[in-house]
């Protein structure tokens, strides 16, 4: 799931707890965000479901964060033409 947060999701949200609930102990899930957890109930509009997501996604997790400046924009900065 790549860039979770970027948009609300609203009545995907029960959708998306499921798929991560099928998911659960099952095989790998892969999330990028550039949300802390704490602000993940933004994205799902549903507290009891953001908590019980996160206690699934967080139970066998590595979370690894990452602190500096974005990948693409470092990137696009080097693609960058001459005026």
Same mark, same amino acid.
């Given at each position: 799931?790549? +860039?979770? =947060?970027?948009?609300?999701?609203?009545? &995907?949200?029960?959708? %998306?707890?499921?798929?991560?609930?099928? $998911?659960?102990?099952?095989?790998?899930?892969?999330?990028?965000?550039?949300? +802390?957890? =704490?602000?993940?109930?933004?994205?799902? &509009?549903?507290?009891? %479901?953001?908590?019980?997501?996160?206690? $699934?996604?967080?139970?066998?997790?590595?979370?690894?964060?990452?602190?500096? +400046?974005?990948?693409?924009?470092?990137?696009?900065? &080097?693609?960058?033409?001459?005026?």
């Amino acid at each position: 799931l790549d +860039e979770l =947060g970027y948009i609300n999701l609203g009545a &995907g949200s029960p959708l %998306l707890f499921q798929f991560c609930s099928e $998911r659960y102990e099952r095989g790998s899930l892969i999330i990028t965000t550039n949300l +802390e957890f =704490g602000r993940w109930g933004e994205v799902f &509009g549903d507290n009891a %479901l953001t908590v019980a997501l996160l206690d $699934r996604i967080t139970h066998h997790a590595h979370v690894i964060p990452f602190i500096g +400046e974005s990948y693409r924009f470092k990137q696009s900065k &080097g693609n960058k033409i001459n005026d």
